[in-house]
Each structure stands twice: as structure tokens, then as C-alpha cells.
């Protein structure tokens, strides 16, 4: 746009960061001694929870052979909208020296602030994995997670990104007869 012409994977770095911090949850499965018999790593992928709910109402047993598991993590990317509390002056600009010539220099504007919204669903077979997997999340934000990302690694350019829970919401769904098991939603 007007003759300008850069990428510097913000987007894909937000990306990134949001699935490293949900990406080693861990369930564990005990018997009536208490002891863990069993450790399941939650798997986390990119894409819209109807996506996964569309694969189960294929296969409601998960009976045939598929990516799909359960409990199961999914995250997107929702909304941008313009931030303008944190917007800084417009002339404003960051420099920094070349790594191989520093007689020439790198410049950037202050950049445009926006609030970038995901959503994380959990999607479990059992209340108590879900609520295991939630009480893995809540404790660290409060209500934010701040992260130092390098936006642009050129400039040596690092930013702390504040990583903020809005609002957790439960929905116990049941699609089955009563004989199958129900599917616990969080999101």
C-alpha cells in the first residue's frame, strides 16, 4: 500500500505465542488410591471448535480412525479491533543500525495499536478433564499474561504483549440418547 512493501509475521508470531501457552496441558487420570495411572497431553490445534464438533457428530464413539481425540484444544483467531488508549504520536519513529553496516540504519514508525481476540475452546468427555484443564489456565492470568515478543529482530525490537483473559463461559452439551456420554465445552 502506497509503495511500501514489508511483512514482519507479526500476525503469525501472535499466533505462535498464544499455542505455546496452551500447548503442555496435562490431565491426569487416577485410581481410588488416588494415584495417577495415566497422563493425556490435551492436544491443541488451530482451527474453529464447529470443525472438531463436526467430526464428532460424524463419529459420536470415535469408533473410526481420525485425527481426532478427546480431550481436545482448539484456538482461533477471532477479532482485530483499533486500540486507540495506546496509540502513540504518528512521527515517532525506532531506529537501529544495520548488523553489518552500521553507518545504515533501520527505521520504523511507532506502530498502530490493535487488540487481536482469540478464542480457546476445551472440548472434553468428562467434567472432571475439563475443569483439570481449566484449573491449569485461570491461575496465571489475572486477568492478563504479559509475554516479550521480538516484533522485529533486525531493530533488536522487543515488546511485552499482554495476553488477556476476558471471560470464560461452560456449556455442558448433550446432542446423544442418554446412553452415550455428554461433551463438556469450554470456551
Not at 130 to 148: D, K, M, N, V
Request: hydrophobic share 40%; aromatic share 12%; no cysteine.
Amino acid at each position: 500500500m502506497l509503495g511500501h512493501t514489508y511483512y514482519h509475521q507479526h500476525l503469525r508470531k501472535y499466533v505462535i505465542v498464544f499455542w505455546t501457552l496452551f500447548n503442555d496441558l496435562i490431565i491426569q487420570r487416577k485410581d481410588a488410591a488416588n494415584n495417577v495411572v495415566q497422563d493425556i497431553k490435551a492436544p491443541l490445534a488451530y482451527g474453529p471448535r464447529e470443525k472438531a464438533l463436526a467430526r464428532l457428530e460424524q463419529d459420536p464413539n470415535l469408533n473410526r480412525k481420525t485425527a481426532i481425540t478427546l480431550p481436545r484444544l482448539t484456538f482461533e483467531m477471532q477479532s482485530f479491533s483499533y486500540a486507540p488508549e495506546r496509540k502513540l504520536n504518528k512521527i515517532h519513529r525506532n531506529v537501529a543500525g544495520l548488523s553489518d553496516d552500521k553507518k545504515k540504519l533501520y527505521a520504523a514508525y511507532s506502530p498502530v495499536p490493535y487488540d487481536i481476540g482469540f478464542e480457546l475452546n476445551i472440548m472434553t468427555k468428562y467434567a472432571e478433564d475439563a475443569t483439570q484443564l481449566l484449573e491449569q489456565i485461570l491461575p496465571f492470568f489475572t486477568p492478563e499474561w504479559s509475554i516479550t515478543m521480538n516484533l522485529i529482530p533486525e531493530m533488536g525490537w522487543k515488546q511485552d504483549i499482554p495476553v488477556v483473559l476476558n471471560s470464560v463461559s461452560t456449556s455442558d452439551t448433550y446432542e446423544a440418547d442418554f446412553k452415550q456420554e455428554e461433551l463438556w465445552y469450554i470456551h
